[in-house]
């Protein structure tokens, strides 16, 4: 692998994001700082961003009183900020709204329509709100949607245009089987491969509502939502306007998305990339969601707690560090702020943060050399780049208390030999550097304090990384 291209799902902005959503950008931001150290920060391009359009976005902009443009920028912005608060490190946080998207969205119609993938037709059918997306008789659990069984299901009788997903059902399953890393976890690509057996032609637009990409040629539509939102991961690497930067990072490497979004990403978009000609990314990583003690999280039961109100209490690496630490990626997880603490003050306030205190105090005696270059072992890049993310920082802290065991048993505040104590402490703060280094992707904020401190030749204390709460 030379490059490496990720995305996240774009949220939508119906409200700011919530941690269940943050887990998920964290996750990504992880693989994104971990190649860009492999290899090399130019050949890593991440996007994240926004899904402004839908009929969605258009009522609840009426209910506030203001326009949908209002709306969609407020809630965009304050978005970005939750995850500037975490250290995401985006190359491009796009918006749907942005005019290159919008060209980008245009130009696939017409190719699709040019294959002959497009055509005219009513739509006859249930319809969620929640989900902007179409259900079958059969998708519904007790006449509700899935997702969102508080909400009514719409019945709606449309003029729209379809795509012929059909015609690409043979193609999906064989894809689908041929390709054993295109669907993570396995279990996620049987669930399609039963999905696809039952893949109906959609509608590809909308008739009754204004806030959309309208139809080319055909103003009175509005290019179906999901449709538009999933063009994004062309026009992030410029699809249309940088020909050089979408065919380095082109196709995407990892579409990390939630579990409620994956029939269309294994199944839609390929589809839809197959007519317009162009390659399918390699690897749909499917994330779990989050609960808060033990309860999903949503506006509804009153547990919507959004990043920055954790990271402004514990911090920004406390928070991505407790994420990623106590979750399994593509599971479901339970999180709650009194097990935030305790990982806190057992793992970063007495675990890591203790010991470079410990190490830096001991070392102010001594001048050392600058420590050799870490390097990354195979153990820690196979754990990582299977996304077991909560795997490698047990790794981490494993190397965190054999080091604290290794000071405890040569008692360098007993030795009194200058040449041998230098000796010791040289051989902890190499260990400590490599620590450090391994801590990159996931604590960066920290990993380049300690990098600071101990660039030697002369190492003194400083503040506390994680003091006692
Ligand atoms: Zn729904």
């Not at 443009?69 to 965009?76: F, G, Q, R, T």
């Not at 402004?312 to 406390?318: A, H, S």
């Not at 304090?449 to 709460?469: D, H, N, V, W």
């Amino acid at each position: 692998m030379n490059k490496f291209y990720i995305t996240t799902a774009i949220d939508y902005v119906n409200d700011t994001i919530h941690l269940g959503h943050a887990f998920q950008k964290i996750a990504a931001d992880v693989l994104a700082r971990y190649y860009r150290i492999t290899l090399d920060k130019d050949n890593v391009f991440f996007l994240t961003g926004t899904d402004e359009y839908g009929q969605k976005a258009e009522k609840a902009a009426r209910l506030q009183n203001i326009t949908p443009a209002e709306l969609v920028k407020k809630i965009s912005d304050s978005d970005q900020k939750e995850q500037d608060c975490l250290n995401i490190s985006y190359d491009r946080f796009i918006r749907t709204t942005d005019s290159d998207h919008t060209e980008t969205v245009k130009e696939i119609w017409k190719r699709v329509q040019e294959n002959k993938d497009i055509y005219s037709g009513e739509y006859q059918g249930s319809y969620c709100e929640g989900c902007e997306a179409y259900y079958t008789k059969e998708d519904l659990v007790k006449g509700k949607c899935p997702v969102h069984p508080t909400l009514e299901i719409k019945m709606i009788k449309e003029q729209n245009y379809f795509f012929k997903w059909t015609k690409y059902k043979d193609f999906l399953i064989e894809h689908i089987k041929n390709n054993p890393d295109f669907i993570f976890p396995k279990h996620r690509a049987n669930e399609m491969l039963e999905f696809a057996k039952n893949i109906k032609d959609i509608p590809i637009s909308r008739g009754n509502f204004i806030w959309g990409i309208p139809v080319p040629n055909d103003p009175k539509q509005v290019i179906y939502v999901w449709f538009d939102a999933l063009i994004n991961y062309l026009t992030g690497v410029e699809f249309l306007e940088n020909k050089k930067l979408f065919e380095k990072f082109w196709p995407a490497d990892v579409h990390i998305l939630g579990k409620d979004n994956l029939r269309w990403h294994a199944l839609l978009w390929p589809a839809m990339l197959k007519s317009a000609n162009i390659a399918l990314p390699k690897t749909i990583l499917v994330n779990g969601f989050l609960n808060i003690n033990g309860q999903k999280i949503s506006k509804s039961v009153g547990n919507v707690i959004h990043p920055s109100q954790w990271v402004g209490k514990y911090g920004t690496d406390t928070v991505r560090y407790y994420l990623l630490r106590y979750t399994n990626l593509t599971d479901d997880s339970d999180i709650s702020e009194e097990k935030l603490l305790q990982a806190y003050n057992a793992d970063l306030a007495n675990g890591l943060g203790n010991l470079v205190a410990r190490v830096a105090k001991l070392c102010e005696k001594v001048t050392l050399k600058p420590s050799p270059i870490p390097v990354f072992s195979e153990n820690y890049k196979k754990e990582i780049e299977d996304f077991k993310f909560n795997e490698v920082l047990e790794i981490i802290w494993n190397e965190i208390r054999i080091l604290d065991q290794q000071i405890n048993t040569a008692e360098p505040w007993k030795i009194k030999d200058q040449k041998k104590l230098t000796q010791v402490l040289q051989s902890t703060v190499d260990g400590i550097v490599c620590i450090a280094y391994e801590l990159k992707p996931f604590l960066p904020e920290t990993a380049e304090k300690i990098e600071e401190q101990f660039k030697g030749p002369k190492i003194t204390s400083g503040k506390s990384l994680f003091p006692r709460i």
